[in-house]
């Protein structure tokens, strides 16, 4: 939000400057991220000055251009080449002198030289209105007033205005501050705690009379809960041109474009009072009649922008008797807005429901100053006197008489909220013992009527306008802020109790995992919790029935809670891969959101997702890319850190997976994890392999709870390892080889590891090799060999009984 300060002191007289008015205003809460100079005219005309043309002769050698010499009031006259057709000895013009800096229209700066044009010395310009920036006629030099002095400065003749804008970057709760007025009713309370007592200044309607009722224009609100107040009325004989320069000045220096002074002075009260309005030629409302309603789904209309949109069902329209002539509080339509032509006006002001504006604006995509402001809920009890204060302008700038009573809907009045305050729970929240005559102070200064005082508190009426006040709470941060948080004191004391809580807590689990993750390369990200409901056409585990969806999106791609952690993490790979990342390790801990029997259920998990190489490319390291097994690891290192190794294996395929495996514990499935279908990453433009694992965080988390951690000392006695070459049917796994291994030796086995397989060549059909190595450990002695071959011989024996095993 832009604010300009010569402006702002319109409202409040103060005599400080841009600077400390931006502190304060900071202070308050409505943080100003910057101070932009503006100058009414670009490079304020500096060094440009009045001339009086001496003499003015054909140049020698050029046919179109004049040798003059102008006289500006400081020694000998000035030789000048000049091009302008209407040049003439004896007028009075501005001429920028050597030094002088000028601007393109386009705001490119060039600075005035000496120089010689066709052998010709010239030192000087005299100049042209667009030149100048005080104009776009380029037809010929600027004349001015021949009783002017030469040497007279022309910046002072043209009034160039100087300002200094703030740009606040205001908090969508602060719909009250959304103007000039409003910043200034919070400077006032601010300056008022800096013993700064300032009247706050408004604008008078006293004026304001009906000149004759010779138009009426009829209003009837069809949907009054959608335009709770609607207020109008008609002005006739209006002159439709170029808004004077003061009001131009104010418009442009807050980023707007003037158009014409009818609507430049709606947009003026706008952001003068916050109250949006909108002119419509009266000529174009058929059957002198306002209709303010919905229309029928898929009706066609088209806006000032050019463009034709079909209408919602839930659209608040402005129409005529014939149809739609404007969004209400959003953008009018293309044949009822103000034009050269246009002599008599109906003028608009309302208070709509802003959560019909605000889906009006997201549903058509549409961004204004007005939906800006209603969407967030302004004062509904300004309606008519931004009416009226708008009248008044227009009547000063473009003429015109008040041909009609103001129309003003408004059957059920918005009421003030009633808040109570008391003391101790200020003192609690602020954690200081502010002076009750300060608190009230504070909260007259806000507009905030105190009803009663008791010994324990205040009873208060809060305005309208501030609707974002509404509980004791909000009451005691308007304090706080007008106070002053830098004011609040640091106590000396600190107070803390401890609390018990289990290191099974999820956060603490979070970190240790996450920083295991991390140690092995991955890196976390956080995805939006939105997503589309299109991903369900995706996988037939995700039913359209099971969506949360958003009562007010704002977009269709962002309407529903996600269903699966997956979707959302592969726009985050594709998003990498495309900016060549092509080698990713990622986590995440989220949730799920899904909709069982019209009851709400959260999941949380896991997830990680991995594509590309192991590691990044080196010289001396082969690359090695990431495959199933390296994943696996990776989940069952995330699980044995947890103490969660008893650990059942079941592989499965699905609409989602390649191929796939589920880790179970029990009857608890604890992760799935696979080789994400190409179908599915072809959705999202990736066309390498992704390895995705779906953790159920809450049941590790449930399992991890109930897992006793046993600590034991290090064996002192070395450990043991032999090796077979096992041959087998193709059908036998290595989870059979370790099962056997287990039982067969429950107390000095300690590991069983795969190093190799083998299938091909010089093995009978049907059969594979495994190299299987076995890790063999005495914690209170050390082996011998005699104890070793006689595990050995049983493990060879049992291989063959149970699975047919030979040795090769």
């Given at each position: ?165 703030f740009e606040i970057g205001l908090t969508p709760n602060r719909a009250d501050a959304m103007s000039h007025f409003g910043t200034a009713r919070d400077l006032k309370a601010g300056l008022l705690q800096k013993n ?119 659209d608040l329209m402005i129409c005529n008797t014939e149809g739609p002539m404007c969004f209400a509080g959003v953008l009018g339509g293309i044949h009822s807005g103000v034009t050269e032509t246009t002599t008599n ?275 001396n390291v082969a690359s090695q890319t990431s495959d199933f097994f390296y994943l696996k690891g990776i989940v069952t290192s995330v699980l044995e850190r947890l103490g969660l190794t008893a650990l059942k294996t ?159």
């Amino acid at each position: 939000m832009k604010i300009s300060y010569n402006w702002l002191k319109q409202f409040i007289k103060t005599t400080w400057t841009p600077e400390q008015i931006s502190e304060l205003l900071t202070d308050l809460g409505l943080e100003v991220e910057g101070v932009v100079a503006f100058q009414s005219v670009k490079g304020g005309l500096e060094g440009i000055v009045v001339g009086e043309v001496l003499t003015c002769v054909q140049h020698p050698n050029a046919d179109r251009l004049k040798l003059t010499t102008v006289n500006i009031g400081t020694g000998a006259p000035l030789q000048i080449v000049c091009g302008a057709p209407n040049v003439a000895v004896g007028q009075k013009v501005p001429v920028a002198t050597i030094g002088t800096t000028l601007y393109t229209e386009e705001g490119e700066a060039w600075t005035i030289k000496k120089g010689k044009i066709r052998g010709e010395e010239s030192h000087g310009m005299i100049c042209a209105e667009d030149e100048l920036g005080l104009g776009k006629s380029h037809e010929g030099i600027m004349v001015l007033d021949a009783q002017l002095q030469p040497g007279t400065l022309v910046a002072e003749l043209f009034e160039v205005e100087n300002d200094q804008v703030f740009e606040i970057g205001l908090t969508p709760n602060r719909a009250d501050a959304m103007s000039h007025f409003g910043t200034a009713r919070d400077l006032k309370a601010g300056l008022l705690q800096k013993n700064v007592n300032l009247e706050l200044i408004t604008p008078s309607v006293s004026a304001f009379h009906v000149d004759s009722r010779t138009l009426r224009i009829d209003v009837d609100v069809k949907n009054k809960e959608l335009a709770p107040r609607y207020c109008g009325l008609t002005i006739s004989g209006v002159k439709v041109e170029a808004s004077p320069n003061w009001l131009q000045n104010r418009l442009k220096a807050i980023g707007l474009t003037p158009k014409n002074n009818i609507v430049d002075i709606t947009n003026y009260v706008l952001h003068e009072l916050g109250q949006p309005l909108h002119a419509f030629d009266a000529a174009k409302i058929t059957g002198n009649k306002i209709e303010v309603k919905t229309l029928a789904q898929g009706t066609k209309f088209t806006t000032l922008d050019g463009l034709e949109r079909e209408l919602h069902q839930e659209d608040l329209m402005i129409c005529n008797t014939e149809g739609p002539m404007c969004f209400a509080g959003v953008l009018g339509g293309i044949h009822s807005g103000v034009t050269e032509t246009t002599t008599n006006i109906f003028l608009e002001s309302a208070y709509f429901n802003p959560v019909s504006i605000r889906k009006t604006a997201k549903r058509h995509n549409i961004n204004t100053d007005a939906s800006f402001r209603f969407e967030r809920g302004i004062d509904p009890n300004i309606a008519e006197y931004a009416l009226k204060r708008a009248a008044l302008l227009i009547q000063e700038i473009a003429g015109g008489e008040i041909t009609s009573d103001i129309v003003d809907f408004y059957p059920n009045k918005i009421e003030d909220f009633q808040v109570r305050l008391t003391f101790e729970n200020a003192k609690k929240l602020i954690g200081e013992d502010i002076p009750k005559d300060i608190i009230k102070s504070i909260l007259m200064s806000l507009d905030i009527k105190i009803n009663n005082v008791t010994e324990t508190g205040l009873g208060l009426t809060v305005p309208a306008y501030r609707n974002d006040v509404q509980r004791e709470a909000d009451i005691i941060e308007e304090i706080l802020r007008v106070y002053g948080y830098n004011n609040i004191k640091t106590t000396e004391k600190l107070n803390a109790s401890i609390s018990n809580t289990s290191r099974f807590e999820d956060y603490k689990l979070q970190n240790i995992i996450g920083n295991q993750l991390a140690s092995q390369g991955f890196f976390e990200t956080l995805t939006n919790s939105l997503t589309s409901p299109d991903y369900s056409n995706l996988s037939q585990q995700l039913d359209e029935a099971h969506h949360v969806a958003m009562l007010n999106p704002l977009s269709h791609d962002l309407s529903v809670l996600r269903q699966s952690v997956l979707f959302s993490g592969l726009e985050n790979v594709s998003h990498n891969i495309n900016r060549k990342r092509d080698d990713l390790k990622l986590f995440e801990f989220g949730k799920t959101y899904h909709n069982y029997n019209n009851k709400k259920v959260e999941l949380k998990h896991l997830s990680l997702f991995v594509t590309g190489n192991k590691q990044n490319e080196r010289w001396n390291v082969a690359s090695q890319t990431s495959d199933f097994f390296y994943l696996k690891g990776i989940v069952t290192s995330v699980l044995e850190r947890l103490g969660l190794t008893a650990l059942k294996t079941s592989p499965f395929k699905n609409d989602v997976f390649s191929e796939g495996i589920i880790f179970s514990i029990g009857k608890k499935q604890v992760v799935e994890f696979g080789l994400v279908k190409k179908s599915i990453l072809k959705h999202f433009g990736i066309s390498q392999d992704v390895l995705f694992a779906d953790f159920n965080w809450d049941e590790v988390i449930d399992l991890a709870k109930h897992k006793t951690i046993v600590f034991k000392n290090i064996p002192k006695y070395p450990e043991v390892k032999r090796d077979f070459a096992l041959l087998l049917d193709e059908s036998v796994s290595f989870e059979d080889i370790d099962r056997i291994a287990n039982n067969t030796e429950k107390n000095l086995l300690k590991n069983v590891n795969l190093f190799d397989v083998y299938q091909g060549n010089n093995l009978p059909e049907g059969k594979k090799s495994y190299a299987v190595s076995f890790t063999f450990q005495d914690e209170h002695k050390t082996l011998t060999d005699k104890q070793i071959d006689k595990i050995m011989n049983k493990l060879q024996d049992n291989f063959a009984k149970e699975v047919g095993a030979e040795l090769r």
